[in-house]
């Protein structure tokens, strides 16, 4: 499934379900448990199965099996994130921060992306 979607963050012209802050968050708590050096690497991958569910969802019209509906959050749940620590704790911080990287990562590539096709 995800090799369909490896493509990029674009399908049929529309971008992945809108990000929100409860996304961020727990994509932050999936970061937590893994070394932060790999942050970027693990960002991309829930980002890529985030969209991969939505192009399952929009497809069929059912959520995906493994990834859920096609938001970062229903991906990150999935992959069993810590505890969500104290808002002051600076690991949170700093995941926080690598979660929003991430999405404006992966948005200026969809933006890339888009100009480059004329879609």
Do not use: Q
């Not at 379900?17 to 448990?33: K, N, Q, S, W």
């Not at 749940?77 to 999405?103: F, K, M, T």
């Amino acid at each position: 499934m995800l090799a369909a979607c490896a493509r990029g963050p674009v399908f049929a012209g529309r971008a992945m379900r809108e990000v929100t802050f409860g996304d961020i968050r727990a994509a932050a708590r999936v970061l937590l448990g893994w070394p932060s050096g790999t942050w970027p690497e693990v960002m991309h991958s829930l980002l890529l199965e985030a969209h991969c569910a939505d192009c399952y969802r929009k497809r069929w019209g059912r959520v995906h099996p493994r990834f859920g509906n096609g938001t970062l959050m229903s991906a990150a749940l999935s992959r069993h994130p810590v505890a969500e620590p104290a808002p002051s704790n600076p690991a949170y911080l700093a995941a926080l921060a690598a979660a929003i990287a991430g999405v404006l990562d992966w948005k200026s590539r969809n933006r890339s992306d888009t100009s480059a096709t004329g879609a």
